[in-house]
Nanobody
Framework: QVRLVESGGGLVQAGGSLRLSCAAS????????MGWFRQAPGKEREFVAA????????YDADSVKGRFTISRDNAKNTVYLQMNSLEPEDTAVYYC???????????????WGQGTQVTVSS
């Protein structure tokens, strides 16, 4: 079992930055691929970014490419999402995800966090 707890969400003006964190329980964190998804009001949940268990491979959605960066610290059992140049369209609940194989847009991960709200004002 893996428990995921997100933090770092909040209200920010357009053009600003936020860093989300996701702390994972369990001793096997370093063996899991991790990722972030988001869900805006009235929309389906969408993939944002993913990172391999080693941290050497990352994959970003086109909508956030060049603005968001995913990273992980296996010593701290934590994955991060650095969000820069935020836009009102980035407003959503952001969810952390873990999978024993791979996190990608077309695959439901094994574990979800409870979500953290990000609101970008114009």
């Amino acid at each position: 079992q893996v428990r995921l707890v997100e933090s770092g969400g909040g209200l920010v003006q357009a053009g600003g930055s936020l860093r989300l964190s996701c702390a994972a329980s369990g001793r096997t964190f370093s063996t899991y691929a991790m990722g972030w998804f988001r869900q805006a009001p009235g929309k389906e949940r969408e993939f944002v970014a993913a990172i391999s268990w080693s941290g050497r491979i990352t994959y970003d959605a086109d909508s956030v490419k060049g603005r968001f960066t995913i990273s992980r610290d296996n010593a701290k059992n934590t994955v991060y999402l650095q969000m820069n140049s935020l836009e009102p369209e980035d407003t959503a609940v952001y969810y952390c995800a873990a999978d024993s194989y791979q996190v990608k847009p077309s695959r439901d991960p094994d574990y979800w966090g409870q979500g953290t709200q990000v609101t970008v004002s114009s």
